[in-house]
């Protein structure tokens, strides 16, 4: 594709996922703090509430592949991604509203009805996400260019995320005041939380163009291919381990963060200026990352991030709740760091399309880049587990005064948020380090011997 096309998909694509992430931002990270301090439930429905939505996640998860391969072998005059995009939009949105609808149930019964909501809004967010971030191989085969989408992509995913971040907890209190209750308050962001979605969402599928060619559907894919496809393509399966372990500890710390401002810090309002300082820290990591990538390699990005990222933790930790300069300070390592693995995970995983095609002869767009969304999931369901685990364990859950929390309860929730992570990102770079080998010189000699065979296939074919 020319340059003005490129420039074109980039934002078209990018812009796309601003109101998603804000939305899946409500369900990923407050709606656990909904469920403990709006909804004020027992620790016994809590407990059922945890174990569902691990269960849920994780099975969503490992069905992630199973959506890929139905992407990959959709046939349609619009392409194979955007119908699923349009119609996971659609299904997300009804089942976002549904969380926070008053059904006016108690107990098991809302456990049940909690649980099937749960279920059919992460399916419908898989069909969504999936065909989104696998259009992204097909735009370009360039490493620099999949790098300015990557970049552009996930620079509007995070202003969409710390959007909701920073204000959440400003504009509920608002909208408390004008509905009665922080339920209302709730019920009301997501359904403003839903139009955005949708609207941002038609930018990506009416603006980006794409070259339909290349998503010809020459052989179904079967199950036992899809299998194939995830353990034989050894790097696709040890950077999913790996970023699946950085995932779990990195979403942990940031599911824990009213917690912390509410009860170790003292006042859950600094939450949104801790918010706001990471914004800028991994927005402006995003942004500057096509421009360090041109001076280093992937693999010293990489091990620099982690190094800030330990570093932050330990500060963090050691830091007085009497001051926001030492927390500030971990913040922005934290973020500036996370920032730049989450754009090289999304290059990882887009380059293991291309070693797949090489390896098998046979590109699986969807089902291999459905790796990186299970990774986000399995992340997120042992995040989960984490905190609920954590908040009921620490008596935070049946607290119903800040005061009421021990200082034992307090140094748990403190050693879950930043103890527990620290150890899992530390194993995660162990695992890159001693397993994934596609540097940008085997990349360039993948991309090579890939044009050389598919060329040789079209002379045979002429012949």
Same mark, same amino acid.
């Given at each position: 594709?020319?340059?003005?096309?490129?420039?074109?998909?980039?934002?078209?694509?990018?812009?796309?996922?601003?109101?998603?992430?804000?939305?899946?931002?409500?369900?990923?990270?407050?709606?656990?703090?909904?469920?403990?301090?709006?909804?004020?439930?027992?620790?016994?429905?809590?407990?059922?509430?945890? +174990?569902?939505?691990?269960?849920?996640?994780?099975?969503?998860?490992?069905?992630?592949?199973?959506?890929?391969?139905?992407?990959?072998?959709?046939?349609?005059?619009?392409?194979?991604?955007?119908?699923?995009?349009?119609?996971?939009?659609?299904?997300?949105?009804?089942?976002?509203?549904?969380?926070?609808?008053?059904?006016?149930?108690?107990?098991?019964?809302?456990?049940?009805?909690?649980?099937?909501?749960?279920?059919?809004? #992460?399916?419908?967010?898989?069909?969504?996400?999936?065909?989104?971030?696998?259009?992204?191989?097909?735009?370009?085969?360039?490493?620099?260019?999949?790098?300015?989408?990557?970049?552009?992509?996930?620079?509007?995913?995070?202003?969409?995320?710390?959007?909701?971040?920073?204000?959440?907890?400003?504009?509920?209190?608002?909208?408390?005041?004008?509905?009665?209750?922080?339920?209302?308050?709730?019920?009301?962001?997501?359904?403003?939380?839903?139009?955005? +979605?949708?609207?941002?969402? +038609?930018?990506?599928?009416?603006?980006?163009?794409?070259?339909?060619?290349?998503?010809?559907?020459?052989?179904?894919?079967?199950?036992?291919?899809?299998?194939?496809?995830?353990?034989?393509?050894?790097?696709?399966?040890?950077?999913?381990?790996?970023?699946?372990?950085?995932?779990?500890?990195?979403?942990?710390?940031?599911?824990?963060?009213?917690?912390?401002?509410?009860?170790?810090?003292?006042?859950?309002?600094?939450?949104?200026?801790?918010?706001?300082?990471?914004?800028?820290?991994?927005?402006?990591?995003?942004?500057?990352?096509?421009?360090?990538?041109?001076?280093?390699?992937?693999?010293?990005?990489?091990?620099?991030?982690?190094?800030?990222?330990?570093?932050?933790?330990?500060?963090?930790?050691?830091?007085?709740?009497?001051?926001?300069?030492?927390?500030?300070?971990?913040?922005?390592?934290?973020?500036?760091?996370?920032?730049?693995?989450?754009?090289?995970?999304?290059?990882?995983?887009?380059?293991?399309? #291309?070693?797949? #095609?090489?390896?098998?002869?046979?590109?699986?767009?969807?089902?291999?880049?459905?790796?990186?969304?299970?990774?986000?999931?399995?992340?997120?369901?042992?995040?989960?587990?984490?905190?609920?685990?954590?908040?009921?364990?620490?008596?935070?859950?049946?607290?119903?005064?800040?005061?009421?929390?021990?200082?034992?309860?307090?140094?748990?929730?403190?050693?879950?948020?930043?103890?527990?992570?620290?150890?899992?990102?530390?194993?995660?770079?162990?695992?890159?380090?001693?397993?994934?080998?596609?540097?940008?010189?085997?990349?360039?000699?993948?991309?090579?011997?890939?044009?050389?065979?598919?060329?040789?296939?079209?002379?045979?074919?002429?012949?």
């Amino acid at each position: 594709m020319n340059e003005k096309i490129n420039k074109r998909n980039r934002l078209m694509f990018g812009i796309g996922t601003v109101g998603r992430d804000m939305l899946y931002t409500l369900i990923s990270m407050f709606l656990m703090f909904y469920l403990t301090d709006v909804l004020d439930l027992s620790d016994r429905i809590m407990a059922y509430i945890t +174990m569902m939505m691990v269960f849920v996640r994780v099975f969503d998860a490992f069905n992630d592949p199973f959506m890929g391969m139905i992407v990959d072998n959709t046939k349609s005059k619009w392409g194979k991604f955007k119908p699923w995009i349009l119609i996971g939009a659609l299904l997300t949105s009804i089942f976002t509203i549904l969380f926070f609808y008053d059904f006016k149930v108690e107990g098991l019964a809302f456990v049940v009805i909690f649980t099937v909501n749960y279920l059919l809004w #992460e399916i419908s967010y898989t069909a969504n996400d999936i065909a989104y971030w696998s259009m992204l191989p097909s735009l370009s085969k360039d490493q620099k260019e999949r790098e300015k989408i990557g970049a552009v992509a996930r620079i509007c995913a995070n202003l969409g995320m710390f959007t909701l971040v920073v204000g959440i907890t400003g504009f509920t209190q608002f909208l408390a005041e004008k509905t009665g209750s922080m339920q209302q308050a709730y019920f009301y962001l997501s359904i403003i939380l839903v139009i955005l +979605m949708l609207f941002f969402q +038609m930018f990506t599928v009416f603006g980006v163009k794409e070259d339909l060619e290349n998503q010809v559907v020459e052989e179904q894919t079967t199950v036992k291919e899809l299998f194939q496809i995830i353990i034989k393509n050894d790097q696709l399966l040890w950077i999913s381990i790996s970023m699946s372990i950085f995932m779990t500890g990195y979403i942990t710390t940031t599911s824990f963060g009213q917690y912390y401002f509410k009860y170790i810090y003292g006042d859950i309002n600094m939450y949104s200026v801790f918010a706001a300082i990471l914004a800028v820290s991994q927005i402006t990591a995003l942004a500057i990352f096509p421009l360090v990538s041109k001076y280093f390699k992937r693999n010293t990005i990489f091990t620099a991030s982690i190094g800030l990222m330990v570093l932050g933790y330990i500060i963090f930790f050691l830091s007085p709740t009497t001051t926001m300069l030492g927390i500030g300070i971990a913040g922005v390592l934290l973020f500036v760091g996370q920032g730049a693995i989450q754009l090289l995970m999304l290059m990882f995983i887009s380059d293991s399309v #291309e070693y797949g #095609e090489w390896k098998f002869h046979k590109r699986n767009d969807s089902v291999t880049v459905s790796l990186q969304p299970f990774i986000n999931k399995l992340g997120n369901a042992l995040a989960s587990g984490i905190v609920g685990a954590t908040v009921i364990a620490a008596g935070i859950n049946e607290s119903t005064d800040v005061s009421q929390v021990t200082q034992q309860g307090l140094d748990l929730l403190k050693s879950s948020m930043l103890i527990v992570p620290l150890i899992l990102v530390v194993i995660s770079y162990l695992i890159y380090r001693k397993f994934y080998r596609i540097d940008e010189v085997f990349y360039k000699q993948i991309i090579s011997e890939n044009k050389a065979r598919i060329k040789e296939f079209k002379h045979e074919q002429k012949n």
